[in-house]
Nanobody, 116 residues
């Protein structure tokens, strides 16, 4: 069974950037979809971006469109999320997700705090 571990979260000031990482282990996910979601206080979980295993096309939701860039190292089973121009409204827990045979697998999340 695959395990996902996010890292890279932390405390930043408004306008700064972070690059989150998600490392998969226990299975080869190179042919599976991976994506990023976030949970902001008082809001429903939001989809940020995804990439499928069949190609490198990236899809972005409205939540961070224009400020987030997803990249993936297929050989290392790692997916990244570069986040720019962060604001206090971006503070929350960011999760990595993969879908294998229709089943969802989530990491524990990494906390992002943006101080004003």
């Amino acid at each position: 069974q695959v395990q996902l571990v996010e890292s890279g979260g932390g405390v930043v000031h408004p306008g700064e950037s972070l690059r989150l990482s998600c490392a998969a282990s226990g299975a080869d996910v190179s042919r599976d979809a991976m994506g990023w979601h976030r949970q902001l206080p008082g809001k429903d979980r939001q989809w940020i971006a995804s990439v499928f295993g069949s190609d490198s096309t990236r899809y972005y939701g409205d939540s961070m469109r224009g400020r987030a860039v997803l990249s993936r190292d297929y050989a290392k089973n790692i997916v990244y999320l570069q986040m720019n121009a962060l604001t206090p409204e971006d503070a929350g827990v960011y999760y990595c997700k993969t879908v294998i045979r229709g089943e969802e697998y989530w990491g524990q999340g990494t906390q992002v705090t943006v101080s004003s």
